[in-house]
Structures are given as C-alpha cells and as structure tokens.
C-alpha cells in the first residue's frame, strides 16, 4: 500500500502517502539476501532474523511525502517530503506487510502535529497550518511509535543507544522521563490519566506516566498463533485495562493488575492481531 497513516485535527486531515509511480512495485534483491526458498519464506514471516534488512534496492524510485489537506474541501494547504521513507523499512519483499507501528508515527493535536524527522528518527513538533518544524526533541532518535496524552509525548524508541519507553514535553522539547525495555511488543502502549500499560511479550507492565515509576506487573497469557509485526491490543476504559489478542480478551484491574475475567475467542485471518473494543 502506498497509504501509511492518516490524522485528523483542527479542521485538517494529515497522512504520509507515496507520491511515486502506482502499480505493483518490484524490487532487486541486493547480494546478501537469502537464495534458498525456505529460507526465504522463514525470513518472510519473521521467523529468520540473519538477513538483516527487508531488503532490495526499487528499481521505481518512492516518494514518501507529508500531506496537509482541509478537512471538508481537500484542497492541498502544503506538504513536505519524508527523509529516509522506503520499502527497505516499511515492508517486506512481498510487499504485504507494512509495520504495524507505521499507525503510531503520526500524531495531530490542537495546533500541532507530531511525527519525526525520517523515519525511527528523532520526535519533531511541526505547525500543523504551515508544516515548519518547531523543534526537535533531543535523546528521542529512534522513535518508532508516538501518543500524545494530556499535553505529554509518550514515545516507544529503539535505537542502538536506548530501547524502552520516552515521556516528552512538546513545548519545552525536554524528556521527563525513561524507561528501559527490549522486548517492547509493537503497539501495545496505551495511556490514560496516570496510568501508562504496554506489553513485553512476557507481561503486562503499568507505569506512572508521571514519573515512570513501574506501578505493577502481570503474567501475560500464552498467544494461540503467530503473530506478524505487532502485539495484543490494549485498552484502558475506566478503572479496567482490556486486552485483546489471539488467547481472548483479557480485563485487568487498573490500580492493581488483577485479573477481574477473561473470555477465549476463536482467532481468525492470518497472521493477524485482534481488533477490540471497549463501547
């Protein structure tokens, strides 16, 4: 798909799409990519970490481009171009799948909209009525998903020099706050009021998202499938954290992590997370 994400905010939509030639896209292999066709397919699907990068080199060059247009009438008010955007980072070879924490890299509120400066960059704040960057938020590089709750910036970052969880301040571009984790599992962080929750394949894990005090921690239930690029979902609805994934829908106590019920499901499609809401 050469749609990527797409906000909403002040009477202005905001998306990343490539601007590039439509139609199917085929790419070449670069000399290290896998030749023997298991490997290939265990590479695809996650289950072969050797080969490094999604990777080949576009023999049709993309255009990964920021659009702002009015929300009721389309007309374009301006858009900017995307440093380092490309199939080396949003896809795999197939083209079938794109990162799932591609959703959480573009944030609007109020007056301004949120997203980095190429691609698992650093947090940049922009003027959502003109597109000029703001401010850069120093120690965020590696940036790979974004939420915005309460006036803070909750970031998911992965980088060579930090791997965990950021809280911001957009105004003053300072970081409040971080906390260490490897085993993030992709967009799984949720916030509300003074609780932040996310996964870590093993747990589920609550922080204050004051301070980043961890606050509890619970066993997380065996996953029944595989599943691609992402993790369960998470809900925080009143005083319960509702989770989603291929074991059921699980609901936890905010303030204490206990579980309150669960319910099994029968998962469907492939590969696949599960949608769930709360109503």
């Known amino acids: 798909s050469s749609f990527a994400v797409m906000v909403s905010a002040g ?162 571009g300072k970081i409040l706050w971080k906390h260490k984790e490897k085993e993030y599992n992709p967009v799984s962080m949720a916030v509300s009021g003074e609780h932040l929750v996310y996964n870590n394949r093993k747990q589920f894990i609550c922080l204050s998202a004051k301070d980043g005090r961890e606050l509890w921690k619970k066993d997380s239930p065996k996953e029944r499938r595989f599943i691609y690029n992402g993790g369960p979902t998470v809900i925080i609805a009143d005083n319960r954290v509702v989770v989603g994934s291929s074991f059921g829908v699980l609901a936890l106590n905010k303030q204490t992590g206990e579980t309150e019920w669960t319910r099994k499901i029968s998962p469907k499609g492939a590969l696949k997370d599960v949608d769930t809401f709360v109503i």
């Open 11 to 172: 009477g202005r939509n905001f998306y990343i799409f490539d601007e590039s030639v439509p139609g199917v896209i085929r790419y070449k292999p670069t000399a290290d990519a896998p030749k023997d066709k298991d490997k290939v397919q265990a590479w695809v699907m996650g289950q072969d970490r050797s080969y490094p990068a999604l990777h080949g080199n576009s023999v049709i060059p993309e255009k990964w481009t920021l659009f702002a247009r009015d929300a009721f009438s389309g007309v374009l008010l301006w858009k900017r171009p995307l440093k380092d955007w490309d199939f080396r980072h949003t896809r795999t070879l197939k083209l079938r799948y794109v990162s799932s924490s591609v959703q959480r890299a573009l944030v609007a509120g109020g007056d301004y909209l949120f997203t980095t400066d190429r691609y698992r960059g650093s947090a940049t704040v922009l003027d959502a009525s003109s597109g000029k960057v703001l401010r850069t938020i120093k120690g965020t590089d590696g940036t790979d998903e974004i939420i915005l709750a309460d006036g803070t910036l909750y970031l998911r970052v992965r980088s060579d020099a930090f791997s965990g969880i950021v809280a911001a301040d957009p105004e003053k």
